[in-house]
């Protein structure tokens, strides 16, 4: 009795001087009845059992209609996030005009279009069928090889490739076998998306479909071997704001070769030489795990999930990396490099930190960002209250110890799992059985994503696929210092009188990775934590409205 | 450079649109919605498209935009959204308690062919609908016309739901604003208050789309036209619809369904535009027009003497939507200005077309008029006949830079600056501040060319 009575007591972690648990039960009592049971799975109050494990979290369902939230389609995750940051792909969306439009240059993908031979860039433009009613009723297969043609006549690309938007899927084109024909016609590559916004129950449902097909029909085309001794391919790290920048400079100065990001300031012939790095870093697990995955078993390419935003994980990961390579060389370079870089990041940190420490932050945003940034606030002395992902999955909450235990269900078996098997020639394993056991011994994990959680504190609150009703809660509930989403939530929050940074697009800032990024976030951050507008929103009548007497003025 | 792939040669083109100057119908009829009081919009279709348009119109006001979605799935697409639309609707009145919903369509619950009345009624059959409250819709198939129409679209739902036929006929007037921004909305309805006349203007996004921050969030700002109001455009004396491609629907309907007779304008964008207004709503009402309007006419003639030298002459590239493009083409006429390419990808029709062509009809050169084309089509079009000015939204900023040309920001969407929320380009005082932005673009550049010798100190 006891012993119950004591766990129970353990269990009431309160966060921020408040019962989350009853916060849970206020935010769940506006919705009906089978909705807030639905809601109950996906918030969750965070708890650390004794072998690491956390709670279960319901996550990768289905949006509940109605409810507003902040996630977008399958075509925005394949052809917006993964494809979209390719400078030399010309991406025709097949559809009517709008999805063409709206993922045209809005998501900041920085792109060196000078780092390649031919300098082709086409992400300044948006390519579209622009499906009109005829297209609808008699099919818009026509239209889109003439599409193609087009694109080809005018601008010579390399590679053109081919997203569907709702209504192909309904009307049955076929853009696989039109992209086949001409690719067959033309001599470059193309190759089609099915990634109808419709598909599974959000953006990661196009990033899975993105990852098969770049795989399918791009990676392993070039088997040129370059030159470097430590080759990695970086996968899941968009160039936000210049982040992949940043990460290029850190690995030049340690002598690391990029072969290839998946996808930031990317070209498609990187892509395609990528099965000869010796190692995939995964930054963004939700968006590319599937990739990595596929590269090991056709390649032989082991990977190591990596975060490089916020100066200690920066270089946590860079010594992560020298650890396999398993060269000195490499591990006092990596050292020197550190060495080298923190003392600018304690020196800022020394300055930032006393106006930042014991702040409070919330972050609810993309597969990835919400648990890494939380390493961020950590360096600037601030608790992360609550966090959640718009689109993440049970492994990216809980890791990925739970794979086996996740149900497929029925919008995600629609979304194709590639079969795939070493490639005859060219499959070779990067390390022995027996020597990937011996890094595992140093501590160095192979394949493994321990997820959000297990980094979050006791009583933290943690909400799947957040929605304005649940968001506004938390806002009024424990007015943070400061609330991470994008910009759909951006000014709402703001106008509830609490500073709002985008974590999709940094508010147009950044780079925040790295450690000359980290620098940038620590400043971002204080900035907005102090501005002096927060305290200018009542006006002095507001804060004064009595008139105690007329006001005479001197004689 | 940054558009580096874009030629001077222009090659036809009959199938790959390539830098679009339109975009889909829903974010139009949601823009609409957002000028109800109390209204959420919903998009019935799958959860991309509300998250686009949401961002999108979030970006060019930098306020919040709260509007739901049906979410299809996979299996909503096969069977039809009428569970999917049911579930929205009663989470959203039990959740958000909105005075009413406006369901615009996509182009995925199109081709289904979901019938969006027959799931309506059965959500008030269903008792999903709270007394007093309301669910209108627009059908905005995104394949169908352009981000205009389907403003044009949702603004004529508001009639056909609940503008009342019959009753005395009263002296209000009925002002259909266009798509434009909440700053000209505020200033149309400015207008009409100096003049001493009442009017229900709507759609009206005004203190919806440029409000305050004052610490507390409202999920359903001041602003809006009331569905009260709107339930009385039936009795008002008249309707004023201003752009003939984004408002003439919804007077036609006002006519039709309650007899209440339109007159359709240009925005009233420039000197001659506000005239015609100013004059029109004289006219209806029967009201002098007060000496503090005629005053700013003044003001803005005064202005456009006062700098004719700079004007005269100056050729200038537009592109954007059917109704801006017909009155700011007027106006820079009127200005001695050459407007001698105007592209826009809303297909806006022969007549608007014709209309086009009268008003550039004494502009001494070419002029290119595009209906239905592509903002690469009009910067080929500019590489091969340059301009001293570019006209458009903030897409137009990659062409101004790699051209070089001046350019001042209109139109929808501009994501890079702030000012239309606030600052109209409507009426005379709108028109003195477009003619500021016209000025000032020109006018900065006159000084960056000007060398230590030639530098003018007074201008």
Known sequence: MARTANTEIADKRLLDGKDPEKIKQEMLRDYPPKIARKRAKQIVINKIGPDGTVPEIASNVRTIPGLIGQRGCCYAGCKGVVLGPTRDIINITHGPIGCGFYSWLTRRNQTDAGASPDGHNFMPYCFSTDMHEKEIVFGGEKKLKQAIQEAYDNFHPKAIAVFSTCPVGLIGDDVHAVSREMKEKLGINVFGFSCEGYKGVSQSAGHHIANNGIFTHVIGNDDTVREGEFKINLLGEYNIGGDAFEIERIFEKCGITLISTFSGNSSIDQFANAHTADLNLIMCHRSINYVAEMMEKKFGVPWIKVNFIGAQATAKSLRKIAGYFESPELAEKVEAVINEELPEIEKELT??????????????????????????????????????????????????????????????????????????????????????????????????????????????MVIDDLTQHEADKLIETFKPDIFCAGIKEKYAVQKHGIPMKQLHSYDYGGPYAGFKGAINFYRDIERMVNSKIWGFLKAPWEKNPELSANYVFDE | ??????????????????????????????YAALGIHGCLPHSHGSQGCYAYHRSSLTRHYKEPVMAATSAFTEGASVFGGQANLLQAIDNMFTVYKPDLIAV??????????????????????????????????ANTPSYVGSHVTGFSTMTKAMVDYFAEPGGKKNGTINIVPGYVEPSDMEEVKRICSTMGIEIILFPDTSKVLNGP????????????????????????????????????AAAFALDTKCKVPYKLLDLPIGLHGTDMFIDTLRQIAGVNVPDSLTFERGQMVDIISDMHQYFYGKKVGLVGDPDQLLALTKFLVSLDMRPIHIVTGTPAGKKFGAELREAVKDVPCDVNIQLGGDMFLFHQLVKNDPVDLLIGNTYVKYIAKDEDIPFIRHGFPIFDRIGHSYLPTVGYRGGIMLLEKILNALLDRKDRDATDITMELVM
Request: with cysteine.
């Open chain 1, 351 to 460: 300055l930032i930190r006393p106006r930042t420490v014991g702040k409070r932050a919330m972050m609810f945003v993309g597969g990835s960002r919400a648990h890494h940034y939380q390493e961020l606030f950590k360096e600037l002395g601030m608790e992360t209250l609550s966090a959640g992902y718009e689109f993440g999955h049970r492994d990216d909450y809980e890791g990925r110890r739970v794979l086996p235990d996740i149900h497929v269900d029925a919008d995600s078996r629609n979304i194709e799992e590639l079969e795939v098997g070493p490639d005859p020639d060219r499959f070779k394993p990067r390390k022995s059985a027996e020597e990937l056991k011996q890094l595992a011994a140093k501590g160095l994990t192979f394949a493994e994503y321990e997820g959000m959680m297990s980094e979050m504190q006791a009583g933290s």
């Open chain 2, 213 to 248: 921050l004052t610490g507390r969030f409202h999920m359903y700002p001041e602003g809006g036209v009331t569905v009260e109001a709107l339930k009385k455009t039936g009795r008002s004396r008249g309707t004023v619809a201003l752009g003939n491609i984004a408002s003439s």
């Open chain 2, 1 to 30: 450079m940054l558009l580096k792939h874009t030629t001077k040669e222009i090659k036809e083109r009959t199938a790959l649109t390539v830098n679009p100057a339109k975009t889909c119908q829903p974010i139009g009829a949601m």
């Open chain 2, 104 to 137: 615009h369509t996509t182009c995925l619950s199109e081709t289904i062919g979901d019938d969006i009345p027959q799931i309506v009624s059965k959500a008030v059959a269903d008792g999903k609908v709270p007394a007093g409250k309301y669910v209108i819709h």
